[in-house]
């Protein structure tokens, strides 16, 4: 299965899944990032720096570090 951080510039994927802890867990998933909701990749920051998601409408940036523990799907 592949993470957010897989991603390249405009692909969409599923959110499936945060393998995260509860805190981490609650603050992204007030940002939008809920199992479920499709996820795009916008931008990525020059020298591997946070990349931009849009999520819910709305754009956010997160480090690739977080991206990599969340795990999505193609959507179909």
Do not use: C, W
């Not at 969409?12 to 795009?40: H, Q, W, Y």
């Not at 916008?42 to 997160?62: F, K, M, N, Q, T």
Request: glycine letters at 10%; a negative charge; aromatic letters at 4%.
């Amino acid at each position: 299965m592949r993470t957010l951080a897989d991603l390249r510039q405009g692909e969409s994927a599923r959110l499936v899944r945060l393998m995260v802890g509860d805190d981490e867990a609650n603050s992204v998933m007030e940002a939008g990032f809920i199992p479920g909701t499709v996820v795009k990749m916008l931008h990525s920051a020059p020298g591997g720096g946070p990349r931009i998601y849009r999520v819910d409408g709305a754009e956010i940036a997160i480090r690739v570090e977080l991206a990599a523990a969340f795990l999505v799907e193609d959507t179909a």
